[in-house]
């Protein structure tokens, strides 16, 4: 998207600067809708890596919690998805958007309300292997949920599209403001 003010900068460089190919080399994203192919479990992984290898790819839906439910399914990892992952469930969509992400390995991760229309056992599953993914890289989230940002080094609070507040969860608690009201609404130690 293009902004109307301002500039964004990653590692102080405006990113209109950066060729447009190269700007999405670095970063993964998994989004609320999982973008899907009517391929194989295999191949949808895969395109987080064209080059990656079997092995490499298992790995990956090991780290994304997504390997036992892939080897539970009639042809592991050949099953065909359908049309839009319309065969999985939601935390199955989501663990192989995961997989692939971990399989590109991006230096820069945007989780765009990324568990928001999970039930609670998938959520669990999906955040277990959003921790991984996010360890050891930039990792920008965006969330309603609050169980996903609460251990962050940095939350920035936005209301009306200005930011509020900004600090880690223990500091924000502390404060007493948005973020506190927002975390008891959602029942949130």
Avoid: W
Wanted: with cysteine; aromatic share 4%.
């Amino acid at each position: 998207y293009d902004i109307n003010e301002g500039e964004v900068c990653i590692d102080g460089v405006n990113i209109k600067s950066i060729k447009l190919s190269n700007l999405r080399h670095l970063m993964g994203v998994v989004s609320q809708e999982s973008i899907l192919f009517n391929d194989s479990i295999y191949n949808n992984i895969k395109m987080g890596n064209p080059s990656a290898s079997k092995e490499e790819i298992i790995e990956a839906s090991k780290i994304a919690n997504a390997y036992d439910f892939i080897m539970q399914t009639k042809n592991e990892f050949e099953t065909n998805i359908g049309e839009k992952g319309d065969k999985l469930s939601g935390g199955q969509k989501q663990r192989i958007s995961i997989s692939r992400a971990i399989l590109k390995n991006p230096d820069l991760l945007i989780l765009d309300e990324a568990t928001s229309s999970l039930d609670t056992e998938s959520e669990k599953l999906v955040q277990d292997a959003l921790k991984k993914l996010m360890k050891k890289r930039t990792t920008l989230v965006i969330a309603h949920r609050l169980s996903t940002i609460k251990d962050a080094d940095e939350i920035i609070v936005l209301s009306e599209g200005k930011i509020v507040e900004r600090g880690n969860h223990t500091d924000l608690v502390e404060k007493n403001g948005v973020y506190k009201t927002l975390i008891n609404l959602q029942n949130i130690s």
